[in-house]
């Protein structure tokens, strides 16, 4: 049994920094350059034995670097990995803690604008449904609906991979309520039963699927079957549907998606098949996460060209409705930021600033809503940024929230 470990780093003596110093990932950006070959000497307690030693390549086998490249940080957004940012004892201080507490709960609390966001189209299916009236659920548009759905199912996979338990119901209450209106459109002939069916599968098969997943009980080459399988379905649907966005000013073309869906599938069997770059391998494996951040990134996007088309129509949008969506991803934001998921806040942020304010401002400009109304949602929505960037860099120890958006973005 080994009774010592003696790491020697090819020089004489060791780093005055080690001295004083615990091999804590987060130190490493302290450490003194070293030499490739790092030699680790097992040293027996029998003294008439020879000790063992090891050899590695690279320090990195041992400690891992967070390198401080954009395209680095992107790729990890994808990586589960705990909250590790500073130092260990600023880890356990009592702020740090509170913070994190906190942050989960603002996430956990967006079930309440999400969830309301979708009710009242359930409950107008409803009445319509006992009505008899089955004509009007035809005005439900369930292909876009059935994009939303794979969104939502796509970044549920995502969390679950992060274990972020909060946001992992808010996506679960998103699929299950889009689920439910797919139900009743069925019920009123509306959409078409087989595409139903496939439906029922989808989501059956995706929840079931990342709850096993999360509690470790799904085997590795089904969850990266299932991760295939979104990829592709996300890589498809994503630019099919931005082009679709601009009919009848360019013409009227799946081709878009079918170029897509052969790029997809293509990169998945060489990933598989282990042609590709182990950052390559990476940046497949991460495909399905930003596609369905983009897929609701592009929603605003989509809206203000209908505004614009069609200036007449802003005043069939529900103030309400888009202040719940503002504040639904607005209460995300602090968590992102904190978890330093560059992702989750880029489609947070976005979401916030330009689907639910967005358009609040143009209600506003074309005398929807009252005054008092769009100056409350935007001091709200300003303040409730600024109190998360200020929060942020403090908990952290941070002089600056610059330093928080730097390592957001860059990675620390």
């Given amino acids: ?34 030499k490739p070959t790092l030699s680790l000497t097992l040293q027996n307690q029998y003294q008439n034995q020879k000790p063992l030693s090891l050899k590695y390549n690279s320090l990195t086998t041992l400690i891992n670097r967070r390198v401080s490249s954009p395209i680095t940080a992107v790729l990890d957004s994808d990586v589960p990995h705990p909250l590790h940012q500073g130092s260990v004892k600023l880890r356990n201080s009592k702020s740090f803690e509170q913070w994190d507490s906190l942050t989960a709960k603002f996430s956990g609390a967006s079930n309440i604008p999400f969830l309301l966001l979708q009710l009242p189209q359930i409950i107008l299916n409803a009445r319509n449904l006992l009505a008899g009236n089955k ?11 059935f994009t939303g759905l794979l969104g939502n199912l796509s970044l549920l996979s995502y969390f679950t991979k992060k274990r972020e338990k909060e946001v992992i119901v808010v996506q679960t209450l998103g699929a299950v309520s889009q689920y439910v209106v797919f139900l009743q459109l069925a019920m009123a002939e509306a959409m078409p039963l087989p595409y139903f069916v496939i439906t029922s599968v989808v989501v059956a098969a995706g929840l079931i699927l990342n709850f096993m997943n999360y509690f470790n009980l799904l085997n590795a080459e089904i969850w990266r079957f299932w991760e295939d399988f979104i990829t592709v379905g996300g890589l498809s649907v994503l630019p099919q549907i931005m082009w679709s966005t601009f009919v009848p000013y360019i013409p009227n073309s799946i081709l878009p998606g079918a170029i897509a869906f052969v790029i997809a599938v293509t990169a998945v069997i060489m990933a598989r098949m282990g042609k590709l770059s182990k950052e390559s391998v990476k940046f497949v494996g991460g495909i399905s996460g930003w ?39 607005g209460l995300m934001i602090p968590r992102a930021l904190f978890t330093r998921d560059f992702m989750w806040f880029l489609g947070s942020t976005w979401a916030s600033l330009f689907y639910g304010y967005g358009n609040i401002l143009c209600l506003y400009c074309f005398n929807a809503i009252s005054r008092e109304f769009f100056l409350a949602a935007t001091i709200g929505l300003f303040s409730w940024i600024g109190m998360a960037l200020w929060r942020d860099p403090i908990v952290y120890g941070y002089n600056s929230p610059l330093r928080s958006l730097k390592e957001l973005v860059f990675g620390s």
């Fill in 1 to 34: 049994m080994a009774k010592s470990l003696v790491v020697s780093y090819g020089c004489n003596k060791v780093p005055h920094s080690l001295q004083h110093r615990t091999l804590y990932p987060n130190n490493c950006h302290s450490l003194p350059p070293l």
């Fill in 135 to 145: 004509t009007a659920l035809l005005a439900v548009p369930w292909l876009g609906m």
């Fill in 291 to 329: 596609t369905a951040t983009l897929l609701f990134m592009w929603m605003p996007v989509s809206q203000m060209w209908t505004n614009f088309l069609n200036p007449d129509n802003i005043r069939g949008l529900s103030a309400f409705s888009m202040l719940l969506a503002m504040m639904g991803n």
